[in-house]
């Protein structure tokens, strides 16, 4: 949001009580402004968004829950706080169906005021965040929350519209960072499930005693500490999904117990005896090779072909460098303060040179530590803290064999081919050197010493007549 005050409408019939609440907001730094009638709100709030309402129930004209109301067709994001000296159950419940925020009477302590009104703000700044990384993003190839514009991403993105419909088994394979569990989210809120539970567990954080209660339940009894009955995730997720993330890493037995479900159906809860069905389409994610597992004899053949249904690999972020863009801006939107941080074209192709071993994960981190780090704005190469890094896969780049050979043919001296080289540099960095030493990977003194001795040559030439 803005780097401004938090601008609040105090609405009460009552002049004193106004008064006395907006001197306690502009004490902690609020913009106030006062109405008397809901009618008067209203009309403010048809000039100005206020980032809260705190207003009366009960006034002459218009109650504060009509108000509410009129304001959700104008303002339907500012959130409404309520308050009245005559509070009961019926009208705290008439206020929430309005739309209200939250509901407090009257009398009340000044700090129990503020600190609705601080909750109310918070939920405020948070949906302006949410609106902010849509916007950020709308403008990339998307599903979902997937962001790409690679052609593996868009594979997925259309294969994903395929499938979301269907009860099929998925198999997601990748190495971990690639956003397997964004995948799995996406399939599930593309399809005909979406208004049913998501529910995702890690089989590897959960030791494997405790993780098959975890999935079917267990009764009462069942084993020492078990003192009550407990449903199981299977049964949680019912008429949902369930996300099997990391299941190269379940025990065999557990395996086995696996396969009769996605065969029959039912389940078992630990130490009982009666089926319960159960309608739950089941996502897998792995970061390891089942296949090899397959023949070291650690996972079951019969699992994985019932899982395997429909595979979906997730490529690692350096073999799409293209996604690498978009990634940064949804990162920054994400992590910026206030408005979201620009980074330069220069910036940006170092980041597509780095090997993010962690995928999407370490892109992450490192977008929030330089946005952390520095102030600029927009963030530059010489910003980042890294190398320049190997030219990306996939891109448009001559290999340095190609790039040296038609060097050669031309006939370059190695001094000509450092200095183009260098005022390539310069060219990327818009003349810093600083940045442009940074991007070569040498001493800033060595790129001063040929950049001078480039622009004395220069110079010379021109006095004699030559070219340079």
Not at 221 to 228: I, M, S, V
Not at 447 to 463: G, I, W
Request: glycine share 8%; hydrophobic share 40%.
């Amino acid at each position: 949001m803005p780097a401004r005050p938090f601008q609040i409408l105090v609405v009460d019939d009552d002049r004193a009580m106004r008064e006395m609440l907006a001197s306690m907001f502009k004490d902690r730094g609020y913009w106030v402004q006062q109405a008397a009638s809901a009618d008067e709100a209203l009309e403010h709030a048809a000039e100005l968004e206020y980032d809260v309402v705190l207003s009366d129930i009960r006034m002459p004209g218009r109650s504060g829950i009509e108000l509410v109301g009129e304001l959700r067709k104008i303002r339907p994001d500012t959130p409404v706080v309520l308050m009245t000296a005559f509070g009961t159950i019926d009208s705290a419940i008439e206020a929430m169906r309005a739309g209200a925020f939250d509901y407090i009477t009257k009398p009340f302590e000044p700090d129990a005021v503020a600190f609705t009104l601080e909750r109310a703000l918070e939920r405020r700044v948070l949906e302006e965040e949410n609106r902010r990384l849509r916007r950020a993003v709308d403008r990339t190839a998307r599903l979902g929350d997937l962001i790409g514009e690679s052609p593996a991403m868009r594979e997925i993105f259309a294969l994903i519209k395929k499938i979301g419909p269907t009860r099929s088994s998925v198999l997601i394979s990748g190495e971990s960072g690639t956003g397997k569990e964004v995948v799995a989210r996406t399939i599930h809120y593309q399809g005909a499930r979406a208004e049913q539970p998501f529910i995702p567990i890690n089989c590897t954080a959960i030791p494997e005693g405790l993780l098959e209660s975890e999935l079917f339940g267990h009764v009462r009894g069942a084993f020492t500490g078990a003192h009550t009955s407990k449903r199981g995730l299977f049964e949680k997720a019912d008429g949902g999904t369930l996300l099997l993330d990391e299941i190269g890493d379940m025990g065999l037995g557990l395996q086995g117990k696996l396969l009769r479900v996605l065969q029959d159906g039912v389940i078992r809860p630990v130490g009982g005896n009666d089926p319960v069905k159960v309608d739950v389409r089941i996502i897998a994610a792995t970061n390891r090779d089942l296949e090899a597992e397959m023949s070291e004899g650690r996972f079951r053949e019969d699992l994985f072909y019932r899982l395997n249904v429909i595979p979906i690999r997730v490529p690692p972020l350096r073999e799409r460098p293209e996604d690498i863009p978009a990634l940064v801006n949804a990162f920054s939107a994400r992590h910026s303060e206030g408005e979201p941080r620009r980074f330069t074209s220069a910036a940006v192709a170092v980041l597509q040179r780095q090997p993010w071993r962690g995928n999407g994960r370490e892109l992450e981190n490192t977008v929030e530590r330089v946005l952390a780090l520095t102030d600029a704005d927009p963030i530059d190469a010489g910003d980042l803290g890294l190398t320049a890094g190997p030219a990306p896969t996939g891109q448009a780049t001559p290999s340095d064999d190609e790039f040296l050979v038609r060097a050669a043919q031309q006939g370059l001296p190695l001094g000509e081919l450092t200095d183009r080289y260098i005022a390539a540099a310069l060219a990327q960095t818009g003349g810093n050197k600083v940045r442009a030493a940074q991007l070569l990977g040498i001493d800033r003194k060595t790129l001063y010493r040929r950049a001078e001795r480039r622009d004395r040559s220069r110079s010379t030439a021109s006095s004699t007549g030559g070219t340079s």
